[in-house]
């Protein structure tokens, strides 16, 4: 006998309520379960600088560092005793001199880094070998991409390696730190009479720091003001007569050489040739970007200070070398 179909009773749908509240709940436990199953797989989730996320599921306690100022940030974020390796060319702090080389600028050796068994590499976007880009990325190992593009980044990059060493705290007080020291040099010279001032990167061919270098921001700091900051790349390649024309009353470079910026010394009608204002920096510190950057900064910005008090007529001042 076919039974017939009726409309549900105001009884029926109290019956069912219940039942729809009871599956709402498992759907919510499972999907709850989930997430505690995903988060004992990824115990740690941090975002890196190209926007991707890694996932790890405890700190990581080997890690190679292929950049000389990320094993300085490492060591910042208190994650030193955990770097197994390195490239050529770290020498801060000390104890990263005794670390195992896996490359340089040019090259990475991705077998040596391999074999070192790390569980996160800190790589450098731009300073990696394009070609080896993507072969890192295919060794399966948690990759962080650090591509600093200002100096309040740079103590997010510290913050991001202690939260990926489980060092957290240490990096936390680095970081504030920091940001009050960047924060009193920023005061100090906020409303300083401007100084324009000439980086030079390389002397041969000519090269500059252009708007988007960090370097740039570091002038712009000190009250300096760099004439090729308009220029839409990282080291611009100038002539010497737009340099001339430039009129720099501060010469910088960050060299060892004392013979760097001698060749400037023939250009009479340049300010900063007149007045004997050309100061080599400490290669280690501003330029790095690593964990004494703001020493650099500091160093920077007292060389536009001592070039914004020499008046335009006053006898040379002694040289700076």
């Given at each position: 006998?076919?039974?017939?179909?009726?409309?549900?009773?105001?009884?029926?749908?109290?019956?069912?309520?219940?039942?729809?509240?009871?599956?709402?709940?498992?759907?919510?436990?499972?999907?709850?379960?989930?997430?505690?199953?995903?988060?004992?797989?990824?115990?740690?989730?941090?975002?890196?600088?190209?926007?991707?996320?890694?996932?790890?599921?405890?700190?990581?306690?080997?890690?190679?560092?292929?950049?000389?100022?990320?094993?300085?940030?490492?060591?910042?974020?208190?994650?030193?005793?955990?770097?197994?390796?390195?490239?050529?060319?770290?020498?801060?702090?000390?104890?990263?001199?005794?670390?195992?080389?896996?490359?340089?600028?040019?090259?990475?050796?991705?077998?040596?880094?391999?074999?070192?068994?790390?569980?996160?590499?800190?790589?450098?976007?731009?300073?990696?070998?394009?070609?080896?880009?993507?072969?890192?990325?295919?060794?399966?190992?948690?990759?962080?991409?650090?591509?600093?593009?200002?100096?309040?980044?740079?103590?997010?990059?510290?913050?991001?390696?202690?939260?990926?060493?489980?060092?957290?705290?240490?990096?936390?007080?680095?970081?504030?730190?920091?940001?009050?020291?960047?924060?009193?040099?920023?005061?100090?010279?906020?409303?300083?009479?401007?100084?324009?001032?000439?980086?030079?990167?390389?002397?041969?061919?000519?090269?500059?720091?252009?708007?988007?270098?960090?370097?740039?921001?570091?002038?712009?700091?000190?009250?300096?003001?760099?004439?090729?900051?308009?220029?839409?790349?990282?080291?611009?390649?100038?002539?010497?007569?737009?340099?001339?024309?430039?009129?720099?009353?501060?010469?910088?470079?960050?060299?060892?050489n004392r013979a760097a910026l001698d060749s400037w010394?023939?250009?009479?009608?340049?300010?900063?040739?007149?007045?004997?204002?050309?100061?080599?920096?400490?290669?280690?510190?501003?330029?790095?970007?690593?964990?004494?950057?703001?020493?650099?900064?500091?160093?920077?910005?007292?060389?536009?200070?001592?070039?914004?008090?020499?008046?335009?007529?006053?006898?040379?001042?002694?040289?700076?070398?």
């Amino acid at each position: 006998m076919r039974r017939t179909s009726r409309p549900p009773t105001q009884s029926d749908r109290g019956r069912a309520l219940p039942l729809c509240r009871r599956g709402l709940r498992a759907v919510l436990l499972m999907l709850g379960a989930c997430a505690l199953a995903h988060g004992a797989q990824a115990g740690i989730l941090v975002h890196d600088d190209s926007g991707h996320v890694l996932a790890l599921a405890h700190p990581a306690q080997r890690i190679v560092a292929l950049s000389p100022q990320l094993v300085e940030l490492a060591d910042a974020a208190g994650a030193g005793q955990h770097l197994v390796a390195t490239i050529r060319g770290a020498d801060w702090p000390r104890s990263a001199r005794s670390l195992p080389r896996v490359g340089d600028a040019f090259a990475i050796n991705l077998e040596a880094v391999v074999t070192l068994k790390p569980d996160l590499i800190l790589a450098w976007r731009s300073g990696t070998p394009p070609r080896q880009v993507d072969a890192l990325r295919r060794l399966g190992i948690p990759v962080y991409w650090s591509q600093t593009d200002s100096l309040q980044a740079i103590a997010s990059t510290v913050q991001r390696i202690g939260e990926l060493a489980g060092t957290a705290p240490t990096a936390t007080r680095w970081t504030r730190a920091f940001d009050a020291r960047l924060a009193a040099l920023r005061a100090r010279y906020a409303h300083q009479p401007p100084v324009r001032v000439f980086y030079q990167v390389w002397p041969e061919p000519l090269m500059t720091v252009g708007g988007p270098q960090l370097l740039n921001q570091a002038i712009t700091l000190c009250g300096g003001v760099n004439p090729f900051a308009a220029l839409p790349v990282l080291a611009p390649s100038v002539s010497r007569e737009a340099v001339i024309a430039a009129d720099p009353q501060l010469i910088v470079a960050a060299s060892r050489n004392r013979a760097a910026l001698d060749s400037w010394t023939q250009y009479a009608q340049i300010s900063a040739v007149r007045h004997r204002q050309l100061l080599l920096l400490d290669p280690r510190l501003l330029p790095r970007m690593g964990e004494r950057v703001l020493d650099g900064v500091a160093q920077l910005c007292a060389a536009v200070e001592d070039t914004r008090q020499i008046d335009g007529r006053s006898a040379p001042a002694a040289s700076k070398r």
